[in-house]
């Protein structure tokens, strides 16, 4: 099946699995979009009608066409300009015409993820053992010491910093070295 779009003023003739230059659409590479301007739809001599039909596309890249040299020149006036331009535009893949869906190359098809297979549960003898083995000698017994001599030892909590609002009372502690108690004038120091 192919479809005649319009896009960015230009018609194309598209396919399932054609790629095409068009100018600049919004989007970043991977996404998909939706072509919904169709101006013809047919498969072999057979046209189609296009009331809803849409054209489905996915944008491989964002690019810029080759430089071209824009310039400009007056004779005998001394007028020369010279400037430099790059098209953006978008490279589409067109998906799926109307409700056709996307058929897989086998290049594509290996690059699938293939589903995972369903995990086997382990025999139940090969899980963790019980909690609360019966104890064979009084060594299992113990928690404490059936405990992994390897593992780190957990840390002791360090002692909780005050809180910012309590001040030290200083009614005890001595001054500072270098600064010296200075009494206000007219009244005797204690």
Do not use: C, W
């Amino acid at each position: 099946m192919f479809a005649v779009v319009r896009t960015g003023g230009k018609q194309y003739r598209v396919a399932q699995g054609d790629k095409i230059v068009v100018e600049k659409l919004d989007g970043n590479a991977g996404d998909r979009i939706t072509l919904g301007d169709i101006l013809l739809a047919g498969d072999g001599s057979d046209l189609k009608s296009t009331d809803g039909l849409t054209v489905a596309a996915e944008i491989i890249a964002q690019a810029k066409a080759d430089k071209v040299t824009v310039f400009k020149k007056r004779r005998r006036h001394n007028y020369r300009r010279k400037k430099g331009h790059r098209q953006q535009h978008t490279i589409l893949r067109i998906v799926a015409i109307g409700d056709q869906k996307e058929e897989k190359s086998p290049a594509q098809a290996a690059k699938a993820p293939k589903p995972a297979a369903p995990e086997t549960p382990a025999p139940a003898a090969e899980e963790q053992p019980t909690a609360n083995p019966a104890p064979d000698n009084q060594e299992q017994a113990n928690p404490a010491a059936t405990e992994d001599k390897t593992a780190p030892a957990k840390p002791k909590k360090a002692a909780a910093p005050k809180p910012a609002d309590e001040t030290p009372s200083t009614e005890n502690a001595a001054p500072a070295k270098g600064s010296a108690k200075k009494s206000p004038k007219g009244s005797k120091a204690e």
